[in-house]
Nanobody, 123 residues
Framework: EVQLVESGGGLVQAGGSLRLSCVAS????????IGWFRQAPGKEREGVLC????????YYLDSVKGRFTISSDNAKNTVYLQMNSLTPEDTAVYYCNAAQAGPTGWGDRTDYWGQGTQVTVSS
């Protein structure tokens, strides 16, 4: 059974830091791009950044560059999202995603999602 389990969310003051963890199981970790998405109240889910063995780190949001970093520990099947200098605009449910392109490319992708972890940044 494929599982992605996030942890590390919580309430933090603006300017603070949090580190989210995503522990994966049930699939070959190295074969997937592992990313973080977020969804704020009333907004669509958006990609934040991801990491893969083939392409390294990719940022989807300019607003987190210089503040958020992603890393992986393949021995533990775990990906981390280090978030620094948090602002209230970072408040959202953060989801871990594992994605793999299909035989015809990313239009035929396989996605797995975690249950999400709430991050709340107070002003």
């Amino acid at each position: 059974e494929v599982q992605l389990v996030e942890s590390g969310g919580g309430l933090v003051q603006a300017g603070g830091s949090l580190r989210l963890s995503c522990v994966a199981s049930g699939f070959t970790f190295d074969d997937y791009a592992i990313g973080w998405f977020r969804q704020a109240p009333g907004k669509e889910r958006e990609g934040v950044l991801c990491i893969s063995s083939g392409d390294g780190i990719s940022y989807y949001l300019d607003s987190v560059k210089g503040r958020f970093t992603i890393s992986s520990d393949n021995a533990k099947n775990t990906v981390y999202l280090q978030m620094n200098s948090l602002t209230p605009e970072d408040t959202a449910v953060y989801y871990c995603n594992a994605a793999q392109a299909g035989p015809t490319g990313w239009g035929d992708r396989t996605d797995y999602w975690g249950q999400g972890t709430q991050v709340t940044v107070s002003s």
